[in-house]
């Protein structure tokens, strides 16, 4: 049974960071891609960054590039998102997401989020003065 379990949200100052972790299990971690999406009150859900399955290659949207950055450690099953720099814009629920494929390390699958099957629980993220 998969079980995507995130954490690590909060709340921060502008400019300040967190840490987001997803810890998995249930499946064979290192044979997939994984990602963070996030949704703001109010809005759709928005891809954030994603991963190959053994890390190496990571893409990012337009609107974190720079400030985030995307990890994760195969042996210990675990995905990471570092937020830097952080922007009131950035508050959101942030969830953590397995790709559906097997094996599989493109560009399409990793940004495109009906290409996920499992999704965590998600943390919050508030950033606010």
């Known amino acids: 049974q998969v079980h995507l379990v995130e954490s690590g949200g909060g709340l921060a100052q502008p400019g300040g960071s967190l840490r987001l972790s997803c810890a998995a299990s249930?499946?064979?971690?290192?044979?997939?891609?994984m990602s963070w999406a996030r949704q703001a009150p109010g809005k759709g859900l928005e891809w954030v960054s994603g991963?190959?399955?053994?890390?190496?290659?990571?893409y990012y949207a337009d609107s974190v590039k720079g400030r985030f950055t995307i990890s994760r450690d195969n042996a210990k099953n675990t995905l990471y998102l570092q937020m830097n720099s952080l922007k009131p814009e950035d508050t959101a629920l942030y969830y953590c997401?397995?790709?559906?494929?097997?094996?599989?390390?493109?560009?399409?699958?990793?940004?495109?989020?009906?290409?996920?099957?499992?999704w965590g629980q998600g943390t919050q993220v508030t950033v606010s003065s």
């Open positions: 997401a397995k790709s559906g494929h097997l094996n599989v390390d493109t560009i399409m699958v990793l940004t495109t989020l009906s290409e996920y099957d499992f």
């Open positions: 991963i190959y399955s053994d890390g190496s290659a990571t």
């Open positions: 249930g499946f064979t971690f290192s044979s997939y891609a």
